[in-house]
């Protein structure tokens, strides 16, 4: 399972985001597992796969599930796993400090994205308010979830998925709580019951990022259960002792949420629970193709993070859209009429594999999610999906 990243649109409607500090990239997040056919492909694609090799330490790829009641139903260390754990901050800064000087335009945000077409070529005007209208000959639009380009392909908006994502983190765990940090491992953790999920990721400064995953039919929940105006600290009784919600799991889980709570208010004091909806796409949704403009990651198949394929996806998409965008340019020269000719048939082609790539990716993530949440038995699921997965890799080895 991948972290969660955040969905709502304009939640800091006034926020323009700068570039990030050291410091604030050496904070504890969620961690991404890349894949050999799609993530590590476009690693090494980059050749950056050495760089990317030495930053996977602070998760190591062991899984633990266990029941609501903190009875550990499978662990392994490992050993057979394929897909090496890399925290969201230093996948971001490996990729931007390899990207040339001034390629990102930080404090900008996209308001609009309009289109037009003239003697036969077409251009996508970009609205990035105080800082002006820019004109491309190709915009593609890596926006995310709420992308201001997609509505230039289709109207098809993310739909509420049933699921609400809180998340808190335990610094220093070892030290401070052993025998938590011993429970949840060394790398992926997920205590599943009542519909609700208890998981971690180990991640930097020896942090346990805890995530809350409740299933409600209410998207506002945060606002209508009084969340959204109350911190981590605050929030825990009412998590921990509303049936609806956790009330019926075990002590130790309890603990391990409770404690997660108040070292959240205690490192950000003040600050507002982080609740959120997650948003989906439908599966195997498309667009008619139109010239200048395309969809990748997130903006063209957002999905819940059940199979761990968003930034899989997101970066198999970049690289072959890169590898079609050369081979026009290179087929073009310096003519954006002839770049534009060159480029349709084989974005169309790359639409086309995007398409089925994401609607396969796009139903085993729903398939997981109603094994993990649909019932009260997803702890018992998944650690048999865990066993079956083993057993077969191991009948594959020599």
Same mark, same amino acid.
């Given at each position: 399972?991948?972290? &969660? ?7 800091r409607?006034?926020e323009?985001?700068q ?5 604030e ?9 890349l ?16 760089q990317?090799a030495?930053?996977?330490g602070?998760?190591s ?10 009875n550990?139903?499978w ?9 090496p ?5 230093a996948? =971001?800064?490996?990729?931007?400090d390899n990207l040339p000087?001034g390629?990102i335009?930080w ?20 609205d990035?308010g &105080? ?7 190709l915009?593609?639009g890596?926006d ?9 392909l ?18 220093q ?6 025998e938590?940090?011993k429970?949840? %491992? ?6 599943? %019951? ?18 809350l995953?409740?299933t409600?039919g209410?998207?506002d929940f ?7 105006n109350?911190?981590?600290a ?7 002792n ?8 075990g002590?130790?889980?309890?603990e391990?949420v409770s404690i997660?709570?108040?070292?959240e208010?205690?490192?950000? &004091?003040?600050a507002?629970?982080d609740v959120?909806p ?10 008619d =193709? ?6 990748i990651?997130d903006?063209a =198949? ?7 394929e968003g ?6 998409d970049?690289l ?8 026009a340019?290179?087929a073009a020269?310096h003519?954006?009429?002839?770049f ?10 790359f639409?086309l594999?995007?398409w089925a790539r994401?609607k ?6 729903v398939s997981?999610?109603e094994?993990m949440?649909g ?10 999906l865990f066993?079956g997965?083993y057993q077969?890799?191991?009948?594959m080895q020599?």
């Amino acid at each position: 399972m991948q972290a &969660p990243s955040r969905v709502m649109p304009n939640r800091r409607k006034n926020e323009l985001r700068q570039k990030p500090t050291d410091e604030e990239l050496a904070q504890p997040v969620g961690m991404l597992d890349l894949h050999e056919e799609s993530g590590l492909a476009a690693i090494k694609r980059c050749g950056l796969y050495d760089q990317f090799a030495a930053l996977t330490g602070e998760c190591s790829e062991a899984d633990i599930v266990s029941d609501k009641d903190g009875n550990i139903l499978w662990a392994d260390q490992g050993e057979l796993s394929t897909r090496p754990e890399i925290s969201r901050n230093a996948l =971001h800064k490996l990729l931007i400090d390899n990207l040339p000087a001034g390629t990102i335009k930080w404090g900008h945000k996209l308001l609009s994205a309009t289109s037009s077409n003239t003697a036969g070529r077409t251009e996508t005007e970009l609205d990035f308010g &105080p800082h002006g209208k820019q004109t491309f000959d190709l915009a593609v639009g890596a926006d995310g979830t709420w992308s201001r380009v997609r509505p230039l392909l289709t109207d098809v908006r993310p739909q509420y998925s049933g699921m609400q994502n809180i998340n808190v983190t335990i610094r220093q765990i070892t030290n401070k709580y052993p025998e938590l940090a011993k429970l949840i %491992g060394p790398g992926s953790f997920m205590a599943l %019951g009542t519909k609700h999920g208890v998981m971690s990721h180990r991640t930097s400064q020896d942090s346990a990022r805890i995530y809350l995953m409740l299933t409600t039919g209410d998207q506002d929940f945060a606002k209508n259960s009084g969340l959204a105006n109350m911190t981590a600290a605050q929030a825990k009784d009412l998590i921990l002792n509303d049936d609806a919600l956790l009330g019926r799991w075990g002590a130790t889980l309890k603990e391990l949420v409770s404690i997660a709570c108040d070292e959240e208010s205690a490192a950000n &004091p003040g600050a507002i629970i982080d609740v959120k909806p997650l948003c989906v796409l439908p599966p195997g949704r498309s667009w008619d =193709h139109k010239p200048g403009v395309t969809l990748i990651g997130d903006a063209a =198949h957002v999905m819940c993070p059940w199979a761990g394929e968003g930034v899989n996806l997101a970066l198999w998409d970049s690289l072959l859209l890169s590898e079609a965008i050369i081979k026009a340019y290179e087929a073009a020269g310096h003519n954006a009429t002839s770049f534009q000719i060159a480029l349709a048939p084989l974005i169309k082609e790359f639409e086309l594999d995007m398409w089925a790539r994401a609607k396969e990716k796009a139903e085993e993530t729903v398939s997981n999610g109603e094994m993990m949440f649909g019932g009260d038995d997803g702890a018992q699921a998944m650690a048999g999906l865990f066993r079956g997965a083993y057993q077969q890799i191991e009948e594959m080895q020599p």
